[in-house]
């Protein structure tokens, strides 16, 4: 029998994100084509590739087989347009759906986009208002192809399939007091004061969890403020103390940033899509476009005097990314 290879990658998108529609954006393709590819693959084998019986798509003991030769197809055709080095880039088209907070939305938003617009003309980015769980909900089912989001590094949520992450920016926690209030030498004395905290699934939110109960800390009552302009309002008005990334805490009047120790990090991640495919491809390039926007804004604010001290490039890994093992030391005078 002769198998078209194109429809087992087809076959191979359908496995890895769990349906026809999601399928179809990965590839760049309609539903109407996926499944006629689908269709016509199982015309080619004789026999049934995914079971359509129940609510949800799942794939045959022959789908899975062959779905398996196609994810090999895309691995070998990956690596053969690494080794080619250098692909014409006007063929990196089409829409990319992009998931962002309000707070990343009005730093990098139209930095990004004029950078594609100069060096990828033809991808068509589109930007959409996104939380953490939503916006992760969006990016599995498919609606988004590149999604940043807010993490925590201690407790980083762990990735959808067929994507890949890399972070933007890391930056460690403060404890931060209003100024009037009389500055804490330890956590426990702020127990039993009221705090602004985030919800429990934000970074910011696990952040302080982890913060009251390595110290006892019990608040007598805890303010729940997601976006950090409500933070910053919060804290004029003196309601309550917060855990906060240092950066952002810098920039605040009338507050005391604290030596408390906070374990952790929040780290900025840039979700995309990964695989073959035109919707991948230009996914990457977008994630790539919103890196450099954010080391961009960043300098800018450091030169016009918004942020305190110069900006510091290093290199990031994310969470999911296995540790490189650390070069060995030689003593002195030894081979």
Do not use: C, N
């Not at 269709?39 to 799942?58: C, K």
């Not at 080619?84 to 063929?91: I, N, R």
């Amino acid at each position: 029998m002769d198998l078209d290879p194109r429809r087992l990658l087809v076959l191979s998108a359908i496995a890895r994100s769990g349906g026809l529609a999601p399928a179809a954006r990965l590839l760049g393709h309609t539903r109407s084509a996926v499944s006629q590819q689908l269709a016509g693959l199982e015309r080619e084998v004789g026999l049934p590739l995914v079971d359509r019986s129940g609510t949800r798509l799942e794939l045959t003991a022959a789908g899975r087989m062959l779905a398996a030769t196609g994810d090999r197809i895309g691995q070998e055709l990956t690596r053969a347009a690494q080794r080619l080095g250098s692909v014409d880039q006007q063929v990196i088209q089409g829409p990319v759906a992009i998931g962002a907070t309000s707070w990343v939305l009005a730093r990098v938003a139209v930095r990004a986009l004029r950078l594609l617009a100069r060096s990828h003309p033809r991808i068509e980015p589109r930007f959409v208002e996104a939380g953490l769980p939503d916006g992760l909900r969006q990016l599995r089912l498919g609606e988004l192809d590149v999604l940043v989001m807010t993490d925590d590094r201690d407790t980083a949520l762990p990735l959808p399939p067929s994507t890949r992450a890399q972070v933007l920016s890391e930056d460690h926690y403060r404890v931060v007091v209003p100024a009037a209030w009389e500055g804490p030498s330890a956590a426990a004395e702020l127990s039993g004061r009221p705090w602004i905290s985030a919800p429990a699934h934000s970074a910011r939110g696990r952040a302080f969890a982890r913060f009251a109960s390595v110290h006892g800390v019990v608040p007598s009552v805890e303010h729940l403020a997601d976006h950090m302009i409500a933070v910053q309002a919060l804290l004029a008005g003196r309601l309550g103390a917060a855990v906060l990334p240092a950066h952002f805490a810098a920039q605040l009047e009338q507050v005391t940033v604290t030596a408390l120790p906070v374990t952790g990090s929040q780290i900025t991640r840039t979700l995309h899509r990964t695989g073959p495919g035109a919707t991948a491809a230009a996914a990457r390039v977008v994630a790539d476009a919103l890196q450099q926007a954010a080391r961009d804004h960043a300098e800018a604010a450091a030169l016009t005097g918004r942020t305190k001290g110069d900006i510091i490039v290093r290199t990031l890994h994310d969470p999911t990314e296995v540790p490189r093992p650390a070069p060995s030391r030689r003593t002195p005078g030894r081979p």
